[in-house]
């Protein structure tokens, strides 16, 4: 289905679900045709209620899938929007790591306190969706290295990793933080954080079946 976004004002996306994916989640792609025969960009992105809806400042979330938008309309490529909230661990219990967090534990150690996965998120169905949409060779907006391993593992040809903005606020410097320390993300932090990882991030911002994609 092909629908006007927006975020960013006036792309045309076309969006596209899919059937006889690995899990029952009802992931989705918002794809724009790549533009003059580049590696395509792809980001995968996981739900976040909290920041893609209602716009928390304490995640990055919401400001990286309107990055990611944005590249839509100027490279062409996918988003594919994963219904993994809370790194895995779902929307109720992402909440009840947050009380945990205001505690001063870490996002990755409150999954652990709940008795689930620091991350438990699986990327074999991102990998599922690409090759419905004929995406085997891509260029990934991620600073996380473990997508980048994952898809890869699972017979993606990732070319390059493309680092989103750095995102940062009061309300998010642990977070950000805490994906850097515990999850290797390349966030270039400064020195306010007590962290400086990777070289992504350069920019600071303060504030279907399977086998074809389903395509109505």
């Known amino acids: 289905m092909a629908i006007t976004l927006s975020r960013p004002r006036g792309l045309r996306a076309e969006l596209v ?3 006889g994916l690995p899990d029952a989640g009802e992931h989705l792609a918002c794809f724009v045709p790549p533009r003059g025969g580049s590696v395509p960009l792809v980001r995968l992105h996981s739900e976040c209620l909290t920041g893609d809806v209602l716009g928390s400042t304490r995640c990055d979330c919401g400001p990286q899938l309107d990055e990611a938008l944005g590249r839509l309309a100027g490279d062409g490529g996918a988003v594919l929007y994963l219904r993994q909230e809370g790194r895995g661990i779902g ?30 998120r699986d990327y074999g169905v991102a990998a599922a969706m690409l090759r419905a949409l004929g995406l085997r060779r891509i260029r990934l907006l991620t600073n996380n290295p473990d997508k980048v391993r994952q898809l890869r593992d699972h017979g993606i ?35 306010g954080t007590g962290t400086a990882t990777g070289t992504g991030g350069a920019d600071r911002i303060r504030t279907g079946d399977t086998r074809n994609g389903t395509r109505a």
């Open 17 to 19: 679900t899919f059937h």
């Open 91 to 120: 929307l109720y219990n992402k909440l009840d790591a947050y009380l945990l967090q205001n505690a001063r534990t870490d996002t990755f150690e409150a999954n652990r306190l709940l008795g689930r996965g620091a991350d438990e």
């Open 157 to 191: 040809d990732v070319t390059a990793a493309v680092p989103t903005r750095l995102h940062l606020t009061d309300d998010n410097a642990a977070y950000l933080t805490a994906k850097a320390r515990s999850a290797g993300h390349t966030l270039a932090l400064g020195t």
